[in-house]
């Protein structure tokens, strides 16, 4: 019974309360939505939610210092 309130304060943790909006001019847009069909993007938030995140995410790695730099 305890594990069930631990997991309910750990995915309270992950909730997403942060809210960020940003605009697309037309071809920007255009090219979003024809990749959202020909890919059958079902969840579009996800979608770039995830995409920014890798973006992210990889030039946090090929920033970060190497043993021999």
């Not at 037309?26 to 890798?54: H, P």
């Given at each position: 019974?305890?594990?069930?309130?631990?997991?309910?304060?750990?995915?309270?943790?992950?909730?997403?309360?942060?809210?960020?909006?940003?605009?697309?001019?037309?071809?920007?847009?255009?090219?979003?939505?024809?990749?959202?069909?020909?890919?059958?993007?079902?969840?579009k938030s996800k979608f770039i939610r995830e995409t920014?995140?890798?973006?992210?995410?990889?030039?946090?790695?090929?920033?970060?210092?190497?043993l021999f730099d």
């Amino acid at each position: 019974m305890g594990n069930k309130k631990q997991e309910s304060s750990l995915s309270r943790n992950k909730l997403r309360k942060h809210k960020h909006l940003f605009m697309l001019n037309d071809a920007e847009n255009k090219a979003l939505n024809r990749y959202i069909n020909q890919y059958n993007v079902s969840n579009k938030s996800k979608f770039i939610r995830e995409t920014l995140m890798q973006a992210i995410l990889r030039r946090f790695e090929e920033d970060a210092p190497t043993l021999f730099d």
